[in-house]
């Protein structure tokens, strides 16, 4: 790795603030980011011929559910969105795990260089993607000066998305990492559409003609309103036609049941979220002090899920692609095929093979970032051992602290994953905005970053707290 230092040290990188900002300054920055995101989100690439994907390219990377996910726009600079960084990530962590890569995180010098490899594969796998999606013809025809114009565009456009992240990490934003902050954008936009949006719903091969649905605007807003409006005057699409709008085979667009469904499995996610298991500990230098250490029951964070997302979406274009190379699908593959789509779909076999398929898709990812994301027992026994704290009746020990979370912490990991995968599929079942999975990220990041809000406020209003707690 030593040959790759002087590329990795003139990579561009944020300087960590003086000092440390208060909440107020890290919010605001953290909105700056924000906007920067947002901007481009709205700007288009210069050169391409498109406005919609299309090739092969197009099934898989701009599918309605990764472009949710990795908060992509096609056509403008947030083409690849966050995809990059957090394949990169990802690839990151799994070979340090496997101890495939030379770095010591525990010394700081290594943790830089760690960072900063990061970063250059994050821009490779940018470049990749972005020649892949040229070549496959995605954008369309392209000459020579387009092609590079748009490829050095997107470098440019994912670098900036690296020192966004950057810039929240190292403490001038809020809420660790822009990652979060983007898929947050992302899925309230796709609900500000759902909601509000004018626009009449167009498909392809379908005529707006044959069904009521999609003659009222796309929005449920808008829509309730021309539906209350043809209802006063005898005219139709009416209420009734409000109640369930579905595009056969598999398309719904908002309605009142996808209302109903949304709020309902989004309480369901705010008290789970709530739910804790306490683990008794006790402070070693405060005259043995007992507190409770809660373990969140929905321990696992957003990445299995967005695994689960992903790996689905890959499946069903393998499948589909098997099926075109062999000249036709069987009826048992043609099952499976429609199991791995998000739709609002109430035939049994569906609904049985689309929650089996998430939930032990979610579970398995779940564990496995439970051995290489850092929070398994053994590291959470770790920072809990360094901030003084001891399991009572036991000296203090990192391997007898490890010994008593092993259990609780590995049944979470795997709770945690099962629920997720099970509501995940209830969402998609009935319809549920910005799909199940979407609702789950929303759900989970926007109580993160108000649980930190509120304790950051905390910390701030009390500062000898803070010293206690050792943060």
Sequence with gaps: MDFLDPILERLITVQRPKKALPLSTRLMWTALAA??????????????????????????????LVSTIFGTTFGTWAQLGIGPIVVAGIIMEILQF?????????????????????????????????????????????TPLEAF?????????????????????????????AINLIILLSITRTFFVDLFSWSMPTFPNVNPADYPAMQLPL???????????????????????????????????????GLAATLVLAYIL??????????????TQYWGFRINIPLRFMYVSVIPIIF??????????????????????????AVLLTAMTPARILTPDYVVLHILLYVALATA????????????????????????LHVPGFRQSERIMARVLRRPINTLILLSGMVAGTLAAIGDIFGVWGSGIGLILLIEIGL????????EGLMEAYPGLKRVLSQ
Aim: proline share 6%; aromatic share 10%; charged share 10%.
């Design 149 to 177: 114009a748009v490829f050095v565009q997107l470098l440019i456009a994912t670098q900036i998305v690296i020192l966004l992240d950057d810039m929240i990490a190292k403490g001038w934003g809020f809420g660790g990492s």
């Design 35 to 64: 906007l920067v995101y947002i901007i481009m989100t709205i700007t288009p690439l210069w050169g391409i011929h498109r406005t919609t994907p299309t090739g092969a390219a197009a099934s898989i990377f701009y599918n309605p």
């Design 308 to 333: 689960t997302a992903y790996s689905l979406i890959l499946a069903e274009q393998l499948v589909a692609g098997v099926a075109a190379l062999t000249g036709g699908i069987s009826p048992t593959l």
């Design 270 to 283: 705010v008290y789970i979220e709530q739910m804790h298991v306490n683990i008794p500990a006790a402070y």
């Design 219 to 257: 929005g449920f807003v808008p829509a309730l309103a021309v539906a209350v409006y043809n209802t006063l005057h005898g005219a139709s699409p009416g209420l009734l036609d409000l109640l369930f709008r579905q595009v056969p085979p598999s398309i719904s667009l908002p309605d009142v049941v």
């Design 365 to 388: 990812f779940a564990w496995l970032w439970g051995q290489i994301g850092g929070i398994g027992p053994d590291e959470y026994a770790k920072s809990l051992t360094q901030s003084g």
């Design 448 to 455: 993160g970053y108000y649980t930190q809000i509120l304790q």
């Design 98 to 142: 496997s101890e495939l890569l030379p770095f010591d995180l525990e010394d700081k010098k290594d943790r830089l260089r760690f960072s900063a490899f990061q970063k250059l594969l994050a821009l490779v796998m940018a470049a990749g993607e972005t020649a892949a999606t040229i070549a496959t013809g995605t954008f369309g025809q392209l």
